[in-house]
Nanobody
Framework: QVQLVESGGGLVQPGGSLRLSCAASTSISSFSVMGWHRQAPGKERTLVAL???????NYADSVKGRFTISRDNAKNTVYLEMNTLKPEDTAVYYCNGQRRGYAYWGQGTQVTVSS
């Protein structure tokens, strides 16, 4: 059973930073793509950032220049570095991985940006 476990969420003031981690129970090299999505209250889940096995990345326009996705294959972990956070970044952040035709999701971690 493949598991993805997120951590690193919390409460931060506008303009602050957080780093989210997604630890996989298996080698992340076996995933064709991994990513972060988020869901704000009353809204649909949307894509934040993707990182492909070859290292290419893709970001939602709303986070370009502020968020950075990266992966550490040795630690089987994907990260989301979030800077210059805004109140509209408040959401539950979910890790996602695509592997052998299946999509895996973590349980989510809450990020709240508020003064």
């Amino acid at each position: 059973q493949v598991q993805l476990v997120e951590s690193g969420g919390g409460l931060v003031q506008p303009g602050g930073s957080l780093r989210l981690s997604c630890a996989a129970s298996t080698s992340i090299s076996s995933f064709s793509v991994m990513g972060w999505h988020r869901q704000a209250p009353g809204k649909e889940r949307t894509l934040v950032a993707l990182i492909f096995s070859a290292g290419l990345t893709n970001y939602a326009d709303s986070v370009k220049g502020r968020f950075t996705i990266s992966r550490d294959n040795a630690k089987n972990t994907v990260y989301l570095e979030m800077n210059t956070l805004k109140p509209e970044d408040t959401a539950v952040y979910y890790c996602n991985g695509q592997r052998r035709g299946y999509a895996y999701w973590g349980q989510g971690t809450q990020v709240t940006v508020s003064s």
